[in-house]
C-alpha cells in the first residue's frame, strides 16, 4: 500500500489508499484514527464553503487545490462507512451515478430532450419529490446554513400552493415582522426578541425569493463591501497615524461615506 500512497500520479486509487492507510487502527496516524461522521462533518462543511470562497473570488488557482480538498471529505466519510460496513467510495459513487441517469430521462430515457431549462427544473423537484415519497418538507437538512434551508423550505412549500402571490404581500409581512420585533425589544424577554429577529430573517429570505434574489449570495457581496469599505477607513486613519479605536463615529461614518463616492462611478445613481 505504501508503495501507491507514495508514488505521484496514483489519481483518485492513490488516494483511497492514503485514506485506508490514515485510518489503519495498528499503523495509522492517531489522529485520524480518532475522528468519526460527527468530528469530520465541520471540516466538509468548511471545504464546500472554501470552495464556493475561490469561485466568488475568480481565484481559479486556487480551485484545484480547493476542490481537492473537498474531495478528501467525501473519501474520508466513504471510509468510514466502509469500516462500518454502511457503504464505500465505490457505492456511493454508483448511487449518485444511477441517481443521474435516472434524473435525466430526457436523456438515457423516453423523454424529450427538447424542453425548456425551467421544465427540466421542475421535473427533477418531481422526482425527488416522488423518492421522498414523504411530507412536503421532507429532506431539507438540518445541517444546512440557516439562510439557505429557509429558501429550500419556502421552495417546497411554495410547490405545494403555499406562498404569497405577489412581492407587495411579502414586504407588508416585512413591516409587520418589524414593527413585533420593535415592541418585543421594548416589552418582551430576550428570548422574544430573538424568536421576533428569526421571524422578520426568515421574511427577508422570502423577500428575496421572490425579487430572484440569491439572499446568501447577496449577503456575501454585502459582507465584502462592508470589509472592503472600512478597510478604507482604517487605512486613512492610519496614514494619519491613528486606528478606528483612536478615531469617533462621527468621523469614521464621514470616511465611510468617502470610501463610498470613491467606489461610485459618476453615472451610477443607486444608493446602499
Known amino acids: 500500500m505504501d508503495d501507491i500512497c507514495t508514488t505521484p500520479g496514483g489519481g483518485l486509487p492513490r488516494l483511497l489508499a492514503i485514506m485506508d492507510r490514515l485510518r489503519d487502527p495498528d499503523t495509522g496516524c492517531p489522529w485520524d484514527i480518532e475522528q468519526d461522521f460527527a468530528s469530520i462533518a465541520p471540516y466538509t462543511i468548511e471545504e464546500a464553503y472554501e470552495v ?3 469561485i466568488e473570488r475568480d481565484a481559479w488557482d486556487e480551485l484545484e487545490g480547493e476542490l481537492g480538498d473537498l474531495l478528501l471529505q467525501v473519501v474520508y466519510h466513504a471510509r468510514m462507512g466502509a469500516e462500518d460496513g454502511r457503504f464505500d467510495f465505490h457505492s456511493i459513487a454508483e448511487r449518485v451515478a444511477q441517481k443521474m441517469v435516472d434524473r435525466h430521462p430526457h436523456i438515457w430515457g423516453d423523454d424529450s430532450r427538447d424542453k425548456s431549462a425551467e421544465q427540466q427544473v421542475a421535473d427533477w423537484e418531481a422526482a ?3 423518492e421522498r415519497q414523504g411530507r412536503t418538507l421532507d429532506g431539507v437538512a438540518l445541517g444546512l446554513p440557516a439562510l439557505l434551508r429557509a ?3 419556502q421552495n417546497r412549500a411554495a410547490r405545494v400552493g403555499f406562498d404569497w402571490p405577489e412581492t407587495g404581500m411579502v414586504l407588508d409581512k416585512l413591516r ?11 416589552r418582551l424577554t430576550q428570548a422574544e426578541v430573538a424568536e421576533e429577529m428569526g421571524d422578520m430573517l426568515f421574511v427577508m429570505a422570502n423577500l428575496a425569493r421572490h425579487l430572484g434574489v440569491d439572499p446568501e449570495g447577496a449577503l456575501r457581496a454585502a459582507n465584502a463591501k462592508f470589509t472592503r469599505r472600512f478597510r478604507s477607513i482604517e ?3 492610519a496614514a494619519e ?8 463615529l462621527t468621523e469614521m461614518d464621514a470616511l465611510w461615506d468617502a470610501a463610498k463616492r470613491a ?3 459618476p453615472d451610477k445613481k443607486s444608493r446602499d
Request: without cysteine.
Open 151 to 153: 429558501i429550500k423550505l
Open 241 to 248: 497615524g491613528r486606528s478606528p479605536a483612536e478615531s469617533d
Open 52 to 54: 464556493a470562497d475561490a
Open 235 to 237: 487605512d486613512a486613519l
Open 176 to 186: 409587520e415582522e418589524a414593527a413585533e420585533l420593535v415592541e418585543a425589544r421594548d
Open 128 to 130: 425527488k419529490a416522488r
Open 263 to 265: 467606489e461610485k462611478s
